[in-house]
C-alpha cells in the first residue's frame, strides 16, 4: 500500500499560471514566434526593473557571459579569475574564450570567494574577475572594487574598450540574483556588467534564457554596446529578423563570422508575464524563508542569511550547513528526505572535484575552504508553489533525520 501521509515536493519546479499560457498562445498565433517584438519589449521591462539604460536577452546565463568577456576582447594569453564554488558554466565561459581559469578558494564559513585570496591571483593577465552572487545574495562589491583598486598598476589592456575601464572588470554572474539589492542598488547597477538566468528551476523563467546588463555610470555608447550584443548573438548579421522583414529591407550584411545566442518571442512571452508579477514571487519566497528560519535556527542549524539590514537578496536558494556531519552523512539525509517525498540538491560541489577541472590541473586540497562548505551543504526547497503546510513538512521530515543522525554519533 501507498503511505499517503507522504507529501511530493519537488526541488523547483516552475510557477506557470494561466497568464503565461495564454500570452505564449497570443505570440503564437501572432505569426512571430523567433526574436521579435516580444523579445524587445522584454529587454526594455528588465532595463526599467533593473534601473540599467539598456538590457539585452539571450538564450541562456552562460551565452551572456561568453559573450560579454567576447565583446571585451578577452582571450589566449588572458587571465579571468572565479570562484571554486559555484556551478561549471561560471568557469566553462572562460575556457569557451580560450582564457585561462583562475579559481579562488572561498573565505572560511562563507559561500563568497575570500578577497584576499582574490588580490593574491591577480597578474598582469588577469582581465575580468567573476564574482558569483550564489542563491540569490549580491557578494561585497565594495571590498571587490577595493581589491581591483589596488592592482590597477597591474592591469595591461588589449584594445580600446579594456582601456577605457583602466583596470580588471567585474563580471557578475548573477544567474540566481534577479531582484535582490544591496546597498540601495539593485543588483544589475554595481557590477560593470552582470549576467542573470531565465532557466526553469529561476525565479523568474522564460524555460530557457538569459539577460546581460551594464552600469549606466561607466559612460558607454549604450547604443553600441548594445548593437554589438546583437551582432555576435546573432552570426554577425547586421539586421535581425524582424528589421529584415520591413518591407524591401531584406538586404543585410554579416560583419564576422558571429554565434547563435538569441533569445525567442516565445521564452519572452512567458518572461514578460513572470515579470508582471515578480515582485508577489519574491515576497512569497521572503516568507517561506523566513518561515524556514524560525525553525531551523533553533536547532543549531545553519542557513545563509538572506536578508539584513542593507540587503536583500533574491531568495533563491534556502542553502542550509548541519554542523558536525561528513559527506556520506548529508547524503544519507538527502536520500532519505527523497524517501519521505521531498527532493533536496547540493549548491555546490567544488569545481576541482570534478573530472574537467582536475583535467585543467585543479586539486581540491588547495581549496579546503570549499569542501568544507561543500561537505555538511544541503539546499531545502524553495518554490513559490510550496504552501506553509509543505514548508512544514520539510521541517518536520528534516528536522527528525538530522536528529536520527546525530543520535547515531552520539552512540558510536
Not at 523563467?205 to 558607454?220: I, K, L, P, Y
Not at 542553502?319 to 556531519?325: K, N
Request: glycine fraction near 6%; charged fraction near 25%; charge should be negative.
Amino acid at each position: 500500500m501507498t503511505d499517503t501521509s507522504i507529501r511530493n515536493i519537488p526541488f523547483s519546479p516552475p510557477d506557470i499560471i494561466d497568464e503565461e499560457i495564454e500570452e505564449v498562445i497570443k505570440t503564437m498565433k501572432s505569426g512571430w514566434i523567433t526574436t521579435g517584438p516580444r523579445t524587445k519589449e522584454f529587454e526594455k521591462r528588465i532595463a526599467e526593473y533593473v534601473g540599467t539604460n539598456k538590457a539585452v536577452c539571450l538564450n541562456s546565463a552562460t551565452a551572456s557571459m561568453e559573450l560579454t568577456l567576447r565583446i571585451l576582447g578577452i582571450g589566449p594569453g588572458d587571465e579571468v579569475i572565479t570562484s571554486a564554488y559555484t556551478y561549471t558554466s561560471t568557469a566553462s565561459v572562460i575556457d569557451h574564450i580560450g582564457a585561462r581559469i583562475v579559481l579562488v578558494d572561498t573565505a572560511p564559513n562563507s559561500f563568497e570567494m575570500d578577497y584576499t585570496k582574490l588580490a593574491e591571483a591577480i597578474t598582469e593577465k588577469t582581465k575580468a574577475i567573476i564574482p558569483v552572487d550564489i542563491a540569490g545574495k549580491m557578494c561585497d562589491y565594495d571590498t571587490i572594487y577595493k581589491v581591483l583598486e589596488s592592482k590597477k598598476e597591474l592591469f595591461n589592456a588589449n584594445n580600446g574598450l579594456q582601456e577605457y575601464f583602466n583596470r580588471i572588470i567585474v563580471m557578475a554572474d548573477a544567474a540566481h540574483a534577479f531582484g535582490a539589492e544591496r546597498k540601495g542598488l539593485n543588483c544589475g547597477q554595481v557590477a560593470d556588467f552582470t549576467c542573470f538566468s531565465f532557466h526553469a528551476v529561476k525565479n523568474l523563467t522564460t524555460a530557457e534564457g538569459g539577460a546581460v546588463v551594464w552600469r549606466n555610470d561607466n559612460g558607454f555608447d549604450d547604443e553600441w554596446l548594445y548593437k554589438q550584443y546583437m551582432l555576435y548573438s546573432l552570426h554577425g548579421q547586421s539586421k535581425d529578423a524582424l528589421a529584415k522583414s520591413q518591407k524591401g529591407a531584406w538586404e543585410y550584411d554579416i560583419v564576422f563570422p558571429g554565434y547563435k545566442f538569441n533569445m525567442t518571442d516565445l521564452m519572452a512571452s512567458i518572461g514578460l508575464t513572470q515579470l508582471n508579477r515578480y515582485e508577489v514571487l519574491l515576497k512569497r519566497r521572503k516568507k517561506i524563508i523566513e518561515k524556514y528560519d524560525n525553525t531551523l535556527e533553533p536547532l543549531g542549524i545553519r542557513s545563509l542569511q538572506h536578508h539584513g539590514n542593507n540587503f536583500n537578496s533574491s531568495g533563491h536558494l534556502y542553502i542550509v550547513r548541519i554542523p558536525g556531519i561528513d559527506q556520506e552523512e548529508r547524503n544519507n539525509i538527502i536520500m532519505k528526505m527523497a524517501e519521505a517525498g521531498v527532493t533536496c540538491n547540493v549548491h555546490y560541489k567544488p569545481l576541482p572535484m570534478f573530472t574537467a577541472y582536475k583535467n585543467f590541473g585543479f586539486d581540491i586540497n588547495d581549496f579546503p575552504n570549499s569542501f568544507d562548505m561543500y561537505k555538511n551543504e544541503i539546499t531545502l526547497p524553495l518554490h513559490t508553489l510550496l504552501s506553509n503546510e509543505d514548508v512544514d513538512y520539510v521541517v518536520e521530515k528534516f528536522t527528525m533525520i538530522v536528529q536520527e543522525i546525530y543520535s547515531k554519533q552520539n552512540k558510536k
